[in-house]
């Protein structure tokens, strides 16, 4: 499973990438509007530091609009792919942009029709929200088993992209089910990392060397 980093922040996916494991990037309006700078600018620094996909999100609603806004941010960088919500608008968008072969990251995806919709569109990648589904006392997770299974029955090469993740757990429960690509907060990547007997056995391991060859 390749694992994305979900954030604006130049800082946190410099770190990230030190950590070997990071295969791309997305960000959305509102993680870029946390950021100080020209988004422009911050997303032609990101695409710098990570050579696999970054995903960057058009304001417009309309088609036309998208259509032109997509324009400029496949400029910034070779491995810009334009996120695009999942509305009527979009899929127009998505089915222009698809069939000129630029890469298109679907967004806002809460069901299993929006996920069959944009994979017939040409959509590169798929993201539905599973944490915005479990605040809402819905199963995120069984909505990534549907659209791994509807993909399978037809051979969609959509790539499923888990997003909206909270926690370690989403990730794990993301990778049994197979999903293509998981993006993760910077928090929940490092809490990853994470296990109190790593940090005990090391602790124990190094004490022992120590008493033995001081
Ligand atoms: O980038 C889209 C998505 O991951 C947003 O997550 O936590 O705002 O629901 P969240």
Redesign the pocket.
């Known amino acids: 499973m390749k694992f994305f980093i979900?954030t604006g922040s130049v800082q946190e996916i410099r770190e990230a990438a030190e950590l070997a494991v990071l295969d791309g990037v997305?960000?959305?309006p509102?993680?870029l509007a946390k950021e100080k700078g020209n988004p422009f600018e911050i997303l032609k620094e990101i695409c710098n530091i990570v050579p696999g996909p970054v995903s960057a999100e058009v304001i417009a609603t309309d088609t036309a609009g998208m259509l032109k806004e997509a324009g400029n941010l496949v400029k910034i960088a070779d491995n810009i792919v334009i996120k695009l919500p999942t509305t009527k608008e979009g899929v127009k968008a998505c089915k222009v942009l698809s069939s000129e072969g630029v890469k298109v990251n679907m967004?806002l995806v809460f069901s299993p029709n929006q996920a069959l919709i944009v994979a017939k569109a040409g959509a590169a990648y798929v993201?539905p929200?599973i944490?915005?589904l479990d605040d809402i006392s819905s199963e995120g997770m069984q909505l990534i088993s549907q659209v791994g299974q509807i993909y399978a029955n037809y051979g969609y090469e959509t790539e499923i992209l888990v997003?909206?993740?909270?926690h370690p757990m989403h990730v794990v429960e993301a990778a049994l089910l197979g999903a293509d690509v998981c993006?993760i907060?910077a928090k929940v990547l490092h809490q990853m990392f994470q296990h109190p007997l790593t940090d005990i056995g090391l602790e124990k391991f190094l004490s022992d060397w120590k008493k033995a060859n001081g």
């Open positions: 979900d997305t960000t959305n509102s993680l967004t993201s929200f944490g915005r997003a909206s993740v909270r993006t907060p």
